[in-house]
């Protein structure tokens, strides 16, 4: 049986957002559910971090994007997005850059065992999501491209 999050007992989580400079991300602290097993704690991490949200925030996550599934071995975490993730894409890359590290942060800043991450779409590896990032293979977190943490989120 899978131990599924519960909503009345959360954890702090970082969750990533474009910063001001449209550059770099910022980091905001916010309640997420929490979970016994780390799979299960990455998957509420994961949807947390795709919600749509309130400004002054600006996701860098394409609107419509839903997590399919997510998978854990060793420090790898493989993170199945939907279509949304690549059709809704803006494009350019610096925006490409935002999303990966967006969601590669979310993981890694959160849950210590994962070291990196694997992005899928609709259950496919992708060279690239939007023509500049080789996503291949599993990404790690690139910390010059996020700010120091902010404060909690009102």
Do not use: C, W
Not at 16 to 30: H, N
Not at 136 to 149: E, F
């Amino acid at each position: 049986p899978t131990a599924q999050p519960t909503a009345d007992r959360k954890i702090k989580a970082r969750l990533f957002y474009v910063a001001d400079d449209g550059r770099t991300l910022t980091s905001v602290e916010q309640d997420v559910a929490f979970a016994e097993r780390p799979v299960d704690q990455a998957k509420a991490i994961v949807t947390a971090q795709l919600a749509t949200v309130a400004e002054p925030l600006v996701s860098a996550i394409p609107a419509g994007t839903t997590l399919r599934a997510l998978f854990m071995t060793g420090g790898e975490a493989y993170v199945d997005l939907s279509r949304e993730l690549a059709a809704n894409h803006p494009g350019g890359s610096m925006h490409e850059r935002l999303t990966v590290e967006t969601l590669v942060s979310a993981l890694t800043a959160n849950l210590p065992a994962v070291t990196s991450v694997q992005l899928l779409v609709d259950g496919k590896e992708l060279e690239t999501l939007a023509g500049h990032i080789n996503l291949s293979r599993p990404m790690v977190p690139n910390d010059a491209i996020r700010q120091p943490p902010t404060e909690p989120a009102p």
